[in-house]
Every structure is written in structure tokens, then in C-alpha cells.
């Protein structure tokens, strides 16, 4: 593939908003992002485009890759107790796995479905907060913290409830992969 068209469709994945799913889920399979490498695109409930589903699951796309790290790392995930499948896109550019969430973390990935950020485990806070930034707001969204309280609160100009959560719940339609909207398009030189 020409270089300068792949450098403008990897601009255009760099520009993709990471998903809740990649935010609130991913982390219950006991990995922060950042070990996924630069590889990681987004996570996602499932994929629109694929007839089987798989309940209580979450589809990570990655960026294939022939490096010998991004090799070492496809081994390990599909080493991992929690692998369901995997499968190609775009003519092999990316690549979709498949993982059960950890049958521990049922509950909180069932509390993360319906919003109750703030309700999910000790233990899920932990992995949910591994390789965060500073600046990052998922502290403040797991304690449900009064300065995340009052800005909302100020923002919004409403009163919160006693036990309201400070951070949207996940709208199922964004959180599934659609080959279709993806901004990436498959080129015909390769």
C-alpha cells in the first residue's frame, strides 16, 4: 500500500474516540490499555457485521501488525483462559478478539451496563484505575466524588439525587462495532 495513503488512514484511526466498553469493560480482563501496545483501536460489545454473538463478552480490535511483539502479545491473549475466538478485517489489517469477561467480574460488568459506576467492586475499581493518568476522571467517577457531583450539577443546572452516578450510562448502539461507519477503507492496492 502506498505510504502516504496509509499514513492518512492511520490519522483517521487516531482521531476514533475510545469506546466505554474500552473504558469501563476492558480493564475486568485484568489488563490496563496500555498493555495492548499501540496495537489497541477500541473495544466494543460485539460487531453488527457478525451473525454469532457471544453473552457476557467484549470484542478488542487491534491493529494487525507483523512485528514480533505484536506476535508475542497475540499469543498471550489467545493463551488467555478468557479467549473466545478471533477474526479478520479489512483484508487482514485488523484484527477482532473475542474474550468472556472473567466470570468474577459479572456482577460489576453488570453494574457497568446499567450505569452504577460508583456500586462495581474493590476489586474492579483497582483494574479500572491501573495506568491512569492525572488528569483522568475515572477516580472521580468510580467515588462518585462531590467536585464531579457539583460541576455536573453546575453544568447542567440540576440538582443530583443522593445516589445519582456522575458519568452517562453506556448507549448500547455506540458500543458495537460496525465495519461499516469504521473510518478506515480498504485500499485497492492491498
Not at 501496545?37 to 457478525?50: E, R, S
Amino acid at each position: 500500500m502506498d505510504i502516504a495513503i496509509r499514513k492518512s488512514k492511520m490519522k483517521e484511526l487516531n482521531k476514533i474516540k475510545p469506546t466505554k466498553t474500552t473504558e469501563f469493560i476492558l480493564p475486568l480482563l485484568g489488563k490496563m490499555k496500555q498493555w495492548y501496545g499501540p496495537w489497541l483501536i477500541n473495544a466494543y460489545l460485539g460487531d453488527f457485521n457478525v451473525d454469532h454473538k457471544y453473552p457476557n463478552s467484549i470484542s478488542v480490535l487491534m491493529k494487525y501488525s507483523g512485528k514480533n511483539n505484536y506476535f508475542e502479545k497475540e499469543e498471550k491473549m489467545i493463551g488467555s483462559e478468557h479467549f473466545i475466538d478471533s477474526y479478520d478485517l479489512f483484508k487482514g489489517e485488523f484484527v477482532m478478539y473475542i474474550f468472556r469477561i472473567p466470570e468474577e467480574f459479572l456482577p460489576d460488568y453488570n453494574l457497568i451496563m446499567k450505569g452504577k459506576y460508583s456500586q462495581v467492586s474493590d476489586e474492579a475499581k483497582k483494574l479500572l484505575l491501573l495506568g491512569r493518568g492525572t488528569r483522568s476522571p475515572m477516580p472521580y467517577i468510580l467515588e462518585r466524588h462531590p467536585k464531579m457531583v457539583s460541576y455536573w450539577e453546575t453544568e447542567l443546572n440540576v440538582k443530583f439525587e443522593k445516589d445519582q452516578e456522575v458519568w452517562s450510562i453506556i448507549n448500547i448502539e455506540e458500543e458495537f462495532f460496525d465495519k461499516e461507519t469504521f473510518p478506515y477503507e480498504e485500499s485497492v492496492l492491498g
